[in-house]
């Protein structure tokens, strides 16, 4: 008898081992579910972002009109940040105070074509040409409106950079907020640090809990063995042997188990045949190791300087040989990669890179109506691409991953008087629901097949 209630003891025990292991397992969810997903967008607002510009940023509103520095921030960033900074010296110079050491008449052909100026004999521009190595600034084909909003947010940058060092934020003052913010993100993830250990714990104290018990019956069981005084009942049970043949050869288990099985082929079978055509996940090993974790993560370099066509065109152009250059002609130029570069530019032959995301033919996609016209930012569609060394293809693209994000999106109408009367309509029929794409035909089969 001693023996049934040992038994029923070490049960006990190993429910509340499951129970532990069920609990922490429970946290570890609750922990990870207060994370941002990947590839997700936070601070996209409905009313979308302006092209180049980072989504949740405020842009400044010293030095000028505020929608003309927010203008020169994306602008900005999509021609200028490779080779400047406001307060830094980068490949060209830094560019705080410009519009007081130049005139914007002078900035304006300058930034159009910096060569025809300096062939032009002007003092400034020759000094200016000598001193960086004669590199040769490449010209941009940008109107005088968004050259003077370029001007604008290089004032107001550099007018906060001096309030702030006028306010007392120095880099010292800076570095301790980020220590603060590092502390108390430090102490979040120490809590999380501290209850996985006493997990550990609780799970190696109940581990040897149940050996000790498994140890003690196998000894008490030999010592019962010996006494004279246990009826028949007692010796059956303590001689007793489960027979674990009876577990497979019965008729209802192996029932289950094709059951299983057959039910697993055809799951794997229908994902397989859904899976045709689909190349979520592909990675190709292009011809130059690029790693867009370095030029678009560590230097932020902005997408459209080198897909140039990101906001203008159907489809976002493969950067050239140029373009590259643009750095890389003053920047690791004795590297086995960029010699690369050098060999192809010598052949007059383009890179041959390795085509990741690909529509079908029967499927129409315009990036500009995205980019420009919806304020989609690159991560939507092709994840957190600043993290990556290597590009993959990171959303679906499938039509029904298509159709959903054209379901869930709201439309920006915000000072668009053509769709003053649709969304008058649409509110007046659904008023509960948002006016998304969707609602403005997004679904409609012959927006993208036709």
Known sequence: MDSIRLRSLSHLFLALFLTFAGLGNAMA?????????????????????????????????????????????????????????????????????????????????????????????????????????????????????????????????????????????????????????????????????????????????????????????????????????????????????????????????????????????????????????????????????FSHKLHAGTNQINCAYCHTSVYKSKSANIPSANICMNCHSQIKTESPEIRKIYRAIEKKQPIQWVRIHNLPDLAYFNHSQHTQVGGIECQTCHGPIQNMEVVYQYSALTMGWCINCHRETPLNTKGNGYYNNLVKLHDKANSAAPFTVSSNGGTECSKCHY
């Open 29 to 289: 969810q609750e922990q990870a579910s207060g994370t941002t997903a990947v590839g997700s967008a936070p601070g996209v607002s409905k009313e979308g972002v302006a092209p180049g510009a980072t989504a949740g940023a405020s842009p400044a509103t010293g030095g000028g009109d505020a929608a003309a520095v927010a203008a020169g921030d994306a602008l900005f960033k999509g021609n200028c940040a490779q080779c400047h900074a406001v307060n830094d010296v980068v490949v060209g110079p830094a560019l705080k105070d410009i519009s007081k050491r130049r005139p914007i008449s002078w900035i304006i052909p300058w930034v159009k074509n910096s060569s025809k100026v300096v062939a032009s004999g002007d003092e400034y521009a020759v000094k200016l040409f000598n001193q960086y190595q004669k590199q040769q600034m490449p010209s941009f084909q940008l109107s005088d409106a968004e050259i003077t909003s370029i001007v604008a947010y290089i004032d107001a940058e550099g007018g906060k950079s001096s309030q702030q060092t006028a306010g007392g934020v120095s880099a010292g003052n800076a570095a301790q907020a980020d220590g603060k913010d590092g502390a108390a993100a430090s102490d979040g993830s120490g809590a999380g640090q501290y209850v996985n250990v006493l997990l550990i714990v609780l799970v190696v104290v109940l581990i040897v809990l149940v050996v000790t018990l498994v140890i003690i019956a196998n000894i008490m069981k030999d010592v019962l063995r010996g006494r004279k005084d246990l009826d028949g009942r007692d010796v059956e049970l303590l001689e007793s042997r489960f027979d674990y043949s009876k577990i497979y050869k019965s008729n209802a288990v192996r029932g289950v188990a094709l059951t299983v099985f057959v039910l697993a082929i055809l799951y794997e079978s229908v994902q397989a045949a859904m899976g045709v055509g689909l190349t979520q996940g592909y990675q190709p090993t292009q011809p130059i190791a």
